[in-house]
């Protein structure tokens, strides 16, 4: 049974995101592997949402554990290939002005949002690990365009995905596999809370159009990267709202 890889199910996004899959009729016959620090929250929630216990699977992973994630590589990402699709949306947030970072908060932030992905992505990225047509998703976020003060770590290791999407974009495509980044709207969630009122007004002020929903209408836009309904959409920049681009590409 082809498998959909998710971290971060148990988040504001993540869990907008199990009540729009067990709606989405392509993946019906897909098996759900859900990938973080809490199984047992994410396994209720998919079965809170009406996700099919027969076809999800919980699984512990802390992405700030470079030996866990490499485990977790060696591990499932291989016993359960192939997969059709995977959904890299956990992070953190824990942030500081650059000159406040100790060397280990800085890796801390880097492990969970860019290091851990990316160990992921390259085992996906090998022969027999991803179906014709899978489709994976990194989640960044505007910081990494912008930058953001006070969010040093944050806004670099979200850089760092976008990187990654260009770098690996030959590699996937010969594959027949399609990689892409997604920059969600602004969705209350612990990453938002952290701010100071000044940094949140900034944030929200760059916006064109508000969105009243924007946990799942993020939650739609990582369901449509995922599935066939884009299978034109390749190593692009997703921008799921309506914060002004930066971007160079
Ligand atoms: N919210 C926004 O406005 C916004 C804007 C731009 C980008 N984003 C990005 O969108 C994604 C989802 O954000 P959200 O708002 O849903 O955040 P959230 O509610 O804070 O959820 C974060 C998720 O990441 C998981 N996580 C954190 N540390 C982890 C670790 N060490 N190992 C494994 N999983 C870990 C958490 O799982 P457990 O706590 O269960 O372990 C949780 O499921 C993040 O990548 C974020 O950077 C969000």
Redesign the pocket.
Known sequence: MPGLLV????????SAFLSALARDGEWKGARLVL????PD??LALALERGLDRERVEALP????DAAGVEDFRRGPLRRLAPWKGALF?????LDAPLARHSGDSWDGVWR??AA?PAALLAGLDREGALEAGASVVL?????ACWGNAGQAA?AAS?GALLDLVQARRASMGARGARLNAL??????????SGLSPGARAGLFSRRLLPDPD??SSCAAQALFLLSRRSSFVHAQIWHADSRVSSLPW
Request: positive net charge.
């Open positions: 971290t971060g199910a148990t988040g504001a996004i993540g990938a973080g620090r809490r929250r994410a992973l802390d992405l700030s949306l956990a992070g953190t947030g969970v949002n851990g989640v960044s976020s505007i910081s944050y979200k920059l969600p709207p602004l969705v209350e969630s612990p990453l938002l924007a946990a």
